[in-house]
């Protein structure tokens, strides 16, 4: 359930509710409003009447949450969450944009495309320095290196930096390295990985799974959230459909959905949702016209010759001609882009 607090109440009566619902066995997480302090009270097989907490004094409302998905749920929190990285907010009225290679394979590869994704208004890189491969055989990464490479190459062009993180190991690790960790479609569903990434501050940004729905996202989500953490993106990268003409089918639709159910910023993959770059730069400007908060698009300087996913890798020069688009979509949205 969620109770809405009387406006203008203070911390001590606020500090009072959230200790009532302790001690009856309650999780309590605290939302602060522009107006009001909402307070989400979850728990498993606690059986008590809500109009207890009606007669608290300074509640104004409790609303029982029939979702299954409480944290991540508008009926939680209203207003939309920004998570901010300096001075880059990602769900605010800025479309962000973040690219750069699948996969970290070389210091020069790296130092040659920072400046040029920044040039094409990135204000996030991306890049794989530890790779889930479906064969075992494939290139998995530099690891470390990688990390500090990207990290180096970021800082020197004034860039965050999102890489993926792929079990409870790494997460120190690559902790050091990113402003942003990222959950692969794979992990999306590994409970005990999120729930170790619900005890840290890093915001996470979380795939969808190629065949999950929207409210299985959710619900992953919600695990993190219960750990604490505020700070999650969800991305929609395209599930698994019949269809065998593109890599993925990119759900175009799950962006406005997860916008109206949830109050996370939500951003696009074009490039595993498609798997074809001639595809990559139509799959973009539909998600930013659905309400995308941001992209993630892969990009390469010889894709020809990438370690990964080179076919669904833009090439810088596309890469900027498709941000000009995308600022004419956002305007129209009465949003900025880069």
């Known amino acids: 359930m969620v109770i809405v607090m009387q406006e203008g109440v203070s911390e001590e009566t606020v500090a009072h509710v959230v200790a009532v619902l302790r001690g009856d066995g309650f999780e309590a997480h605290r939302s602060d409003g522009k107006s009001r302090t909402v307070i989400g009270a979850v728990g498993v097989n606690v059986e008590v009447d809500p109009r207890k907490y009606q007669l608290l004094p300074g509640v104004h409302e409790v609303v029982r949450i029939t979702e299954p998905y409480k944290l991540a749920g508008r009926k939680f929190q209203q207003e939309d969450t920004v998570v901010r990285l300096g001075d880059v907010a990602i769900g605010g009225p800025e479309v962000v944009l ?8 070389s210091l020069e590869q790296v130092e040659t495309l920072a400046p040029l994704v920044k040039a094409a208004g990135a204000k996030i890189m991306r890049g794989g320095a530890f790779k889930p491969r479906t064969s075992p055989y494939s290139f998995q990464g530099m690891g470390k ?21 792929m079990d409870a190991s790494q997460i120190e690790l690559v902790s050091e390295y990113a402003d942003i960790l990222q959950i692969g479609a794979r992990n999306m569903q590994n409970y005990t990985f999120l729930k170790a990434l619900g005890q840290t501050r890093k915001p996470i940004l979380l795939k969808r799974g190629m065949s999950a729905t929207i409210q299985e996202l959710l619900l992953s989500a919600e695990y993190i959230l219960a750990g604490g953490n505020r700070d999650v993106i969800l991305c929609e990268r395209g ?13 175009i ?5 997860l916008k109206s159910l949830s109050h996370l910023p939500v951003v696009a993959d074009p490039s595993h949702g498609t798997g074809i770059r001639d595809k990559v730069p139509p799959m973009a400007r539909a998600s930013v016209a659905a309400g995308a908060d941001g992209l993630l698009i892969e990009v390469h300087h010889d894709p020809d010759r990438a370690l990964c996913d ?16 995308l600022k004419t979509i956002a305007a129209v949205l009465g949003r900025t882009f880069a």
């Open 98 to 105: 973040m690219a750069g290679p699948c996969t970290i394979e």
């Open 145 to 165: 290196e990688g990390l500090q490479i990207i990290r180096r190459a970021a800082d020197k062009n004034g860039l965050k930096v999102v890489t993926e993180v």
């Open 239 to 251: 599930i698994r459909t019949f269809e065998n003409f593109t890599r993925n089918t990119l759900d």
């Open 253 to 257: 639709s799950a962006i406005p959905v």
């Open 310 to 325: 080179g076919a669904q890798s833009l090439l810088p020069d596309q890469l900027k001609a498709l941000t000009k688009d």
